[in-house]
């Protein structure tokens, strides 16, 4: 079973401030971690994943993540926030084996950008 | 470009009517799913089909019923059992230890 906490329904920072939105997991098979974006009334795009290998990982749009497996969690960053990354992100897990296709998503947090 | 291709973008329900949502794919991918997102809920999974001809329900399936016939085409009918359907459905493919790619959506209302 798998489940996934996004600590935060809104998140606002201003424009060239550091963005984090968290995300905590529970899996019982070693994980595969994903960030989201969506803008309104799209679908989602993929920022990062990561699978195996190096913890810390670089997506899109200069987001990245790192993943701690002792603190099972997952937490998205950007060095600097621009006005475009306002949007609603999804933190989502899927295991490996049988389940390796079924993502479990957070509720999302919705990032608002302050000029 | 390949990708996901949902239609309608909006579509309105009345009481008593099944509507169905169309998802085609032209990525190649084997396998396809709907999910149901709510304002505060994030997604959840209705249904879901690893290949053609087979499909297997989700944790919301209730309502809703699917058909895999081709490897492309995965569409999701909203029957008059479900009595909440107003919500943005998203249908999504992957093959394996890919990420999952993601169409633009529809929204159901209900008139």
């Known amino acids: 079973a798998q489940s996934v906490t996004q600590l935060g329904s809104h998140v606002s920072v201003s424009e060239g401030a550091l963005v984090l939105l968290r995300c905590n997991y529970s899996s019982s098979v070693p994980p595969y971690l994903f960030w989201y974006v969506q803008y309104p009334n799209q679908g989602l795009q993929l920022l990062l994943k990561y699978t195996t290998g190096a913890t810390l990982v670089k997506g899109i749009n200069g987001f990245e993540a790192e993943f701690k497996k002792s603190e099972t969690s997952f937490h998205l960053t950007k060095p600097s926030a621009h006005m475009s990354d306002a949007a609603e992100y999804f933190c989502?897990?899927?295991?490996?084996?049988?389940?390796?296709?079924?993502?479990?998503f957070g509720s999302g947090t919705q990032l608002t950008v302050l000029p | 470009d390949g990708g996901i291709t949902q239609s309608p973008k909006y579509l309105f329900r009345k009481e008593g009517q099944n509507v169905t949502l169309s998802c085609e794919q032209n990525?190649?991918?084997?396998?396809m799913y709907w999910y149901r997102q709510d304002p505060g809920q994030g997604l959840r999974l209705i249904y879901y089909s690893q290949i053609v001809n087979d499909f297997q329900k989700g944790d919301i399936a209730e309502g809703y019923s699917v058909s895999r016939e081709k490897k492309e085409s995965f569409p999701l009918t909203v029957t008059s059992a479900q009595k909440n359907p107003t919500a943005f459905y998203l249908c999504?493919?992957?093959?394996?230890?890919?990420?999952?790619?993601f169409g633009d959506g529809t929204r159901l209302s209900i008139l």
């Open positions: 990525l190649n991918h084997d396998a």
């Open positions: 989502a897990v899927s295991g490996l084996g049988g389940s390796a296709r079924q993502l479990t």
């Open positions: 999504a493919s992957t093959v394996l230890n890919q990420p999952q790619h």
